[in-house]
């Protein structure tokens, strides 16, 4: 079974370190520690690494790999992710996500 990587890059509204902050700290909250994780970490942009293939529009970044598709469907639906949205969504102006299965 392949593992499936859920990576989600968050635009903020406003991008300043408190609210930059406030997000980085719900991740670790909300999204870490959910059945059938392998991998969790969250960070932040790195300003230094400017290149111009450097996509720089966001200010947070997650990334989750979870041992298989079912347990991405279980997370999806889980109330302490359900809550992050519900708490933090005025937050980002806009929320990409890349999921990718592994191989």
């Not at 992050?84 to 299965?101: C, G, L, M, T």
Request: overall charge negative; charged content about 25%; aromatic content about 10%.
């Amino acid at each position: 079974m392949a593992h499936l990587s859920h990576m989600v890059y968050f635009t903020l509204n406003d991008d300043s370190e408190a609210k930059v902050l406030e997000l980085v700290d719900a991740c670790k909250h909300y999204l870490d520690n959910h059945p059938g994780l392998v991998h969790f970490s969250v960070g932040t942009l790195n300003k230094e690494l400017a290149r111009p293939v450097n996509d720089r529009g966001y200010q947070v970044a997650i990334n989750v790999i979870f041992d298989s598709r079912e347990s991405h469907d279980l997370y999806q639906v889980a109330p302490r992710h359900l809550q992050f949205i519900a708490e933090q969504k005025y937050n980002w102006k806009q929320a990409r996500v890349f999921d990718s299965d592994l191989v």
